[in-house]
């Protein structure tokens, strides 16, 4: 790592660090607080997508597994410290279930599976009124806590989130760094040539997978004990749309990427609020732009960044 | 059955719909030998490197590897029993800077745990730092070492090929496949080639090199197979092969065929 | 029970009708148009723009409808399959999904956001026996299949666009060297297909309403239909359509009507795991 690695990570740091000294309106954190939630899930979905180029719109069910299963144990009266392991026993069960026998589909068979596996968890969400609460959701759910200490108010939420984001970022780099992450990409890259290098593409496939189903998992159990409403709008297909397109603006591959894109349309539509309806006009233009003009996403056009402006 | 042939392949059949691809080959590859397969256009080379690698698996037949019965084994069982392959047409990992597409291979059979990982404690660092220099050595030995931290896709053409080989040498492999290593090279890139492919056979391992340039792989092999529309129609020391009445009539005739 | 499999074969040929649109399209340049739904919802909206609001006859609104579709698949042809020709289906699938999400809100801003109706062209008491009952609206739906299938297979066996399409199809760059019109071939599929997907909206609306989310489900429905169908496979389209419809009407009648939007989906998922490449799939073979 070289300055240029250090330096804008460390800014980045900084800025996160600083922004609850500047505002303290409630509402900003915590929008700041669910955009860093999206940016843990985007992060799992780069595994996949990213880095084995598995198109997957199942990421928005296990989010919502991981917050339902924390929501309806935490009301039930169980600790909280036992929600996050309930949260990822069951997303890793739903994870296997689906990616065992779909993962060797081709792009469309595996979008349309991945999109109906997604719509099969929403109905259930929605139908199985007595524990979920239907489309009126959870209210009240428990906060975190161990032992009677948990983080009070939004700004102490913020502080623990961003550290589970970095802890989160920290382990998909030591992934990459790994044969596991050179395996997930190379087969991505080809998969016969990854095949005869000696790489079990099926179980590199369901690894990611799997790993991606577990930081979802665990974002929607900090959703729930954090944000302590749940309701199965946040967890629907559209959801899983937004949070394809966070790492595809963002800029598929790249660790920075996927928080960049995910803060940035979380954050986005509230700040084009004005805009109405035409917001969702141009979200979708803006996504076919960034697709067809910067395949990179804006990860990408940020490092050519100092190309432009002469630097080396 | 030589004992210490390291392949044995009998019977080796593959039909594409109608077309008979590979028609009831038998292949015996002594240990340490360079074997060249060489044989017209679409005669079937290709197709027999797929067998033997698992990546298009035989229709028919017994494949054994060092004693190993691996037919229709997945392709990464059949890399880490020893046998490692390059591509006719180039599949370098693009995403991935040089000295990485290597250590995808040389990955191959050192154990992986999430949690080693997940804490890059001793045993992962020293895991990777082991992986790193087979990797460089890989590269040293198709000279590609000072351009481990480019990406594949900025090398040329010729260079991409090597890469395959350092990468395919990673593994450690008894086994090399190699499917025309030299096309799209010049005559000086060529040579440089069959050097490379007689150090490792220096090495100690068993090369099976496909060309359909005769005349290139004469010198470096010591046993020739011929293959012409799936069946093998000659089989022995490149002189003697060279000589041979049906192989002249399968290259030659078939110009004068098409013609 | 009779009454179910009439309201189901009904139900089912509009969802053959999104999929014969998608098949079309798919056909020509491997591409699946996952803003299938919406371009569905567009003609029902257009159709009833000119029947409802300026009160046009029915054939009038019709015939606009079919030229408007026209005229929206080309632009969408122009603005999503044109820059990404040769892009993996990976961005293929993520940008028409995009474009679905355009012409949703575009129409949300047009039509607002409440259910309107659309009378049915055809007019009359329906018809009974043995306890069924058919409305004339039904009717009108089998008979639109039965031609519009009937119009397709010739189209695509018996004319000069058919074989263009399948030389298209097959070999993009090959057709091009031999001098097939490739652009214009590929025009006149989207314009089809999106043409198809506006019928179908257009039989639609006078059963369900129209409202601009309506898009959504019915897109994906086409889609399950071409994997149990089988991708590219005619009657595979019209057999997967009425099977689903039938699933669709049975199961929500004696399982759970709450459910009903997720029998599509397991039945597509049953069918994937058992054939992973659909039912009547398409054996290719990669070359190494
Ligand atoms: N996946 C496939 N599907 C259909 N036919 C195939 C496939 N792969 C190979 N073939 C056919 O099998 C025959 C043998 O092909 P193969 O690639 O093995 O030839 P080759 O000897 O390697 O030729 P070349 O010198 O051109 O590389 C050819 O006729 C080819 O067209
Ligand atoms: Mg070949």
Request: with cysteine; hydrophobic share 50%.
């Amino acid at each position: 790592m070289t300055v240029k690695h250090w330096f804008p990570l460390a800014l980045g740091v900084v800025v996160a660090l600083l922004i609850p000294a500047v505002t303290h309106d409630n509402y900003v954190i915590q929008l700041l607080n669910i955009a860093i939630l999206n940016a843990i899930v985007v992060l799992g979905l780069n595994f996949a997508t990213g880095w084995v180029g598995q198109i997957n719109f199942g990421q928005a069910a296990f989010y919502g597994l991981g917050a339902y299963t924390t929501g309806i144990a935490a009301k039930a009266g169980l600790p909280w410290i036992t929600t996050p392991f309930l949260s990822v026993v069951i997303v890793m069960a739903a994870s296997l279930v689906l990616g065992l026998p779909t993962l060797r589909l081709r792009t469309y068979y595996l979008a349309m599976t991945t999109i109906g596996f997604g719509e099969i968890v929403r109905l259930i969400i929605v139908h199985w009124e007595p524990v979920t609460g239907g489309t009126s959701g959870l209210r009240a759910i428990p906060g975190i806590g161990v032992f009677g200490i948990g983080p009070q108010g939004q700004v102490q939420h913020y502080y623990l989130l961003i550290a589970v984001l970095a802890i989160a970022a920290l382990v998909a780099a030591r992934i990459r760094q790994s044969s596991l992450g050179r395996a997930m990409i190379a087969t991505k890259d080809s998969e016969i040539a990854a095949e005869q290098s000696g790489v079990d593409t099926t179980r590199t496939k369901l690894i990611a997978f799997m790993i991606g189903a577990v930081y979802a998992g665990l974002a929607g159990c900090l959703y729930a004990s954090s944000i302590r409403f749940i309701s199965p709008d946040s967890f629907s297909g559209t959801q899983a749309i937004l949070l394809m397109t966070m790492l595809i603006v963002g800029g598929m591959g790249s660790i920075p990427g996927c928080i960049i894109g995910a803060v940035g349309l979380t954050i986005l539509p509230e700040a084009l609020r004005f805009l109405g309806q035409w917001y969702l006009v141009l979200y979708g233009l803006g996504v076919i732009a960034v697709i067809v003009l910067a395949p990179g996403g804006l990860a990408s056009l940020a490092s050519r960044l100092p190309r432009w402006a002469g630097a080396r | 059955m030589t004992d210490q042939a390291i392949i044995t392949a009998r019977g080796v059949t593959r039909r594409f719909g109608g077309l008979v691809a590979l028609d009831d080959v038998d292949l015996d590859v002594p240990k340490g030998i360079v074997q060249a397969i060489i044989g017209p256009n679409g005669s079937g080379k290709t197709t027999l490197l797929n067998a033997l690698s698992g990546a298009s698996h035989a229709d028919a037949g017994s494949i054994r590897i060092d004693g190993k019965e691996i037919f229709r084994l997945r392709p990464n069982r059949i890399a880490r029993l020893g046998l490692a392959r390059t591509f006719q047409n180039i599949r370098v990992f693009s995403n991935l800077t040089v000295l990485e597409n290597v250590k995808v291979a040389a990955a191959c059979n050192t154990p992986m745990s999430m949690l080693n990982i997940m804490l890059s404690n001793g045993t992962q660092r020293q895991r990777e730092a082991e992986i790193e220099s087979t990797s460089r050595e890989a590269l040293e030995i198709v000279s590609l070492a000072a351009r481990a931290d480019d990406r594949p896709t900025q090398l040329p053409y010729a260079q991409q090929r090597l890469l395959e080989i350092a990468r395919a040498l990673a593994s450690k492999p008894k086994v090399l496949l190699l499917d025309e290593p030299a096309a799209g090279m010049n005559m000086t890139e060529s040579m440089t080639l069959l050097d490379t492919i007689a150090k490792l056979k220096g090495k100690g391992i068993t090369i099976l090199l496909v060309e359909h340039n005769v005349r290139l792989v004469m010198g470096i092999s010591d046993r020739v197979a011929v293959l012409d529309f799936g069946k093998k129609i000659a089989e022995g020391a490149p002189s003697a092969v060279q000589q041979n009445p049906l192989v002249i009539e399968a290259y030659l005739g078939r110009r004068h065929r098409h013609a | 029970m009779g009454q179910l499999v009439v309201n189901g074969l009904a139900l089912g040929s509009i969802y053959a009708l999104v999929a014969l649109g998608l098949l079309l399209i798919f056909n020509t340049v491997q591409i699946v148009n996952f803003a299938q739904g919406q371009l569905l919802m567009l003609g029902a909206f257009i159709g009833i723009s000119g029947a409802v609001t300026h009160e046009l006859p029915m054939a009038l609104a019709w015939a606009s409808t079919m030229l408007a579709m026209a005229l929206i698949g080309i632009v969408f042809m122009v603005l999503v399959y044109f820059p990404l020709r040769g892009r993996p289906p990976f961005l293929v699938i993520l940008t028409t999904i995009a474009m679905g999400i355009v012409l949703e809100n575009i129409a949300l801003i047009i039509w607002g956001p409440l259910p309107v109706s659309l009378p049915s062209p055809v007019r009359g008491p329906p018809l009974r026996f043995a306890g069924v009952v058919i409305s004339m609206h039904q009717l009108f739906i089998f008979c639109t299949l039965a031609v519009i299938l009937l119009l397709q297979y010739l189209m695509l066996t018996k004319t000069r666009f058919g074989i263009l399409m399948q030389a298209t199809a097959q070999d993009l760059h090959t057709a091009r060297l031999v001098g097939i019109p490739v652009n214009r071939t590929i025009a006149v599929a989207f314009a089809f297909g999106a043409i198809l997907s506006g019928i179908a909206g257009l039989l639609v609306a006078p059963i369900f309403l129209a409202e601009p989310t309506m898009g959504g489900s019915l897109g994906l429905k086409g889609f399950v239909v071409s994997v149990i169908g089988g991708f590219g496979n005619l009657p595979g389209a019209v057999i997967g359509g009425l099977f689903l419809g039938l699933i669709e009407t049975f199961g929500a009648r004696y399982i759970s009507s709450n459910f009903r939007d997720a029998y599509a989906f397991i039945v597509m998922i049953a069918v994937l795991v058992a054939w992973p490449r659909g039912l009547f799939g398409e054996k290719s073979s990669e070359k190494v």
